[in-house]
C-alpha cells in the first residue's frame, strides 16, 4: 500500500505537469471532472486553488506536511467547482441570474461586516492573494446560491417553533450563562441562528439531489 504522502506527491504531480522541452511557454492542461457535458479544466483548478495554496504553504513548511495538505486541498477545491457547476445548470433551467450590481452591493455588505470601505476591502483581498474580479465572480456565485436556496424556500418555508428556541438557547445558556440574554431578548438571534443552519441543511440536501440527478466524473489523479 502506498503511503499518504506518495498518493498526495503523485497528486502533486500531476496537478503541477509541464511538458518537458516547453515548459517555460505551455503547461499541460486537461479535464479533471465532468459535471453533466460540462468539463471542469486543471487550469480552472489551479486558478482557484491558488490563493488558499499560497496561504498553506505560508502555515505548513514541513515537506511532507505540504504535500498532504495540498492533496487535500486540491480536492476540496474540485469538490467546491463541482457543487458551482451543479448550482449553475440549476440556475439556468430557472433563469435565475445575478447582475453586476447585486455583485457590488455584496461587497459594500461584506466590507461593511469587516469595518471597512470597499477600496479597503479590496486592497485586503489582493493582499491576501486574490483579483477583484476573483473575489466578484465568487460573490457572484454565492448570491446565485442564495436565490437558488431562496426559490426552495417556497416550497418548503422555514418554520421554527418555540420548543426549537427553548433548545438552542439553553445549549447556549449552559456553555456560556453570564453573556446570554433572557429568552425574549435573544429570541430574534436565535431564530437567525436557527435560520442560518437551515439553510445549511438546505444546501446540503439540494446537493444531494442534484448529484443524484447529474452524471459526475472526477478525472483527479490518486
Avoid: C
Avoid at 471597512?116 to 483581498?125: D, P, V, Y
Avoid at 425574549?184 to 442534484?210: G, I, N, S
Amino acid at each position: 500500500m502506498k503511503p499518504r504522502w506518495f498518493a498526495a506527491a503523485t497528486l502533486i504531480s500531476a496537478l503541477t505537469a509541464t511538458s518537458p522541452a516547453r515548459a517555460e511557454v505551455y503547461q499541460v492542461d486537461r479535464i479533471v471532472a465532468v459535471v453533466g457535458k460540462t468539463p471542469i479544466l486543471l487550469s480552472t483548478l489551479r486558478r482557484r486553488a491558488r490563493p488558499f495554496v499560497t496561504t498553506m504553504e505560508r502555515q505548513v513548511t514541513e515537506e511532507t506536511q505540504r504535500l498532504i495538505a495540498e492533496a487535500k486541498l486540491y480536492r476540496q477545491v474540485l469538490e467546491r467547482l463541482v457543487d458551482e457547476q451543479l448550482i449553475a445548470r440549476q440556475a439556468a433551467k430557472t433563469e435565475l441570474t445575478v447582475e453586476p450590481a447585486e455583485v457590488d452591493k455584496g461587497l459594500d455588505t461584506v466590507a461593511k461586516q469587516n469595518g471597512l470601505g470597499r477600496k479597503a476591502l479590496l486592497r485586503e483581498i489582493e493582499r491576501n492573494g486574490m483579483t477583484e474580479a476573483f473575489y466578484r465572480a465568487e460573490i457572484g456565485r454565492q448570491i446565485l446560491e442564495g436565490k437558488l436556496l431562496m426559490q426552495r424556500l417556497t416550497s418548503s418555508p422555514f418554520m421554527v417553533t418555540d420548543k426549537q428556541l427553548r433548545t438552542l438557547y439553553d445549549q447556549l445558556k449552559e456553555q456560556d450563562p453570564d453573556s446570554v440574554p433572557g429568552f425574549e431578548e435573544a429570541r430574534p438571534q436565535l431564530t437567525d441562528r436557527l435560520r442560518v443552519k437551515w439553510l445549511e441543511e438546505e444546501k446540503r440536501r439540494m446537493l444531494e439531489q442534484l448529484r443524484r440527478e447529474t452524471h459526475i466524473e472526477v478525472r483527479l489523479g490518486a
